[in-house]
């Protein structure tokens, strides 16, 4: 099955500056990639996707690139703010016939004001 | 706007109690998935449902059962409620080709 390994397991950064988080998935049938963003409390939910027929996508200040030959993609978030501070999962799965969904350990962001 | 609930939010149960966990969703999906959320380990899932009655084992199925007899209704069921099934169960729904959407979670704890 997917094994979805995720790095690094915290991350501190100084406000206004960039945190990358990284992500390497096994199953080359794999071809949707969410990333999501769980607050303290909260439910995790969608930031951002990509699928496996584009290498990048953009959204304001989030990014996601995906490197299929490598089988790893990454979360960019820049200019970072106070409330990006939270729990980022990033996740594998083949978006076709069963859903299974494999989950990263996820990455615990902590932005210093 | 989609919403997912799940029945209770906090649960504190005996060992060897028969427990349940209901999810609802509004949208129509036809996957739903039970996870739990365990301090560095994540979420793992634990039974996925792409149809109504149909069911699979996800990762970590042993000492749990399911039942989807509605399409908007998933429910996790501890046969016998152990204590190191105390954890977040977070519920998610979703199309097919498309993201998840979770519940608020339940957490449980197992005296």
């Known amino acids: 099955g997917e094994n979805v390994e995720q790095h690094p397991s915290t991350l501190s950064v100084q406000e206004g500056d960039s945190a990358v988080i990284k992500c390497t998935y096994s199953?080359?049938?794999?071809?949707?990639f969410p990333w999501y963003k769980q607050e303290l409390g909260k439910r995790p939910q969608l930031i951002i996707d990509?699928?496996?027929?584009?290498g990048e996508k953009k959204d304001q200040r989030i990014a996601v690139t995906l490197n299929k030959t490598a089988k790893h993609f990454s979360l960019h978030i820049t200019e970072t703010q106070p409330e990006d501070s939270a729990v980022y999962f990033c996740?594998?799965?083949?978006?076709?016939?069963?859903?299974?969904?494999?989950f990263g350990t996820g990455t615990k962001l902590q932005v210093i004001p | 706007d989609v919403k997912v609930t799940q029945s209770s939010r906090y649960l504190v149960k005996r060992t060897g109690e028969k427990v349940f966990l209901e999810c609802v969703q509004d949208?129509?999906?036809?996957?739903m998935f039970w996870y739990r959320q365990d301090p560095g380990l994540g979420l793992r899932l634990i039974y996925f449902?792409?149809?109504?009655?149909?069911?699979e084992k996800g990762d970590i199925p042993e000492g749990y059962s399911v039942s989807r007899e509605k399409k908007e209704r998933f429910s996790l069921i501890l046969e016998s409620a152990s204590t190191n099934q105390t954890s977040m169960y977070l519920c998610?729904?979703?199309?097919?080709?498309?993201?998840?959407?979770f519940g608020p979670g339940t957490r449980l704890l197992v005296l």
């Open positions: 996740a594998a799965t083949y978006s076709g016939g069963y859903q299974k969904v494999t």
């Open positions: 990509i699928r496996s027929n584009v």
């Open positions: 949208m129509d999906h036809e996957n």
């Open positions: 449902s792409y149809d109504v009655k149909m069911k």
């Open positions: 199953d080359s049938a794999s071809n949707y």
């Open positions: 998610a729904s979703s199309f097919s080709r498309d993201h998840q959407y």
